[in-house]
């Protein structure tokens, strides 16, 4: 039975991919650019060390860091900004 039941959902799979390879491939590459930019844009919001570690002196408000979590300090990085950033605004 469980062999049955594989080989009916590789089948019904292989026809949704058929069916809807463009909007799969395009859904793809829009995440893949959106999830490429964001850094980018990250990287012109804090272009220099004493900017980032002025952003980081802000995550030593208990507040924030019951919103984030507990977060390293010495290696405030553009990808902890990013995700900070997004956790505290949405």
């Known amino acids: 039975m469980k062999g049955n039941l594989l080989a009916r959902m590789t089948f019904l799979s292989q026809l949704l991919f058929r069916l809807y390879y463009l909007q799969i491939s395009t859904w793809l590459l829009i995440l893949t650019c959106f999830t ?38 010495g290696h405030y990085t553009i990808g902890v900004i990013g995700f900070n950033k997004r956790a505290i605004e949405n």
């Open 36 to 73: 490429i930019s964001v850094p980018l844009a990250f990287t012109e919001l804090c272009q220099t060390q004493q900017e980032r570690d002025m952003r980081a002196q802000t995550m030593v408000n208990p507040a924030i860091t019951a919103i984030v979590s507990p977060t390293n300090l």
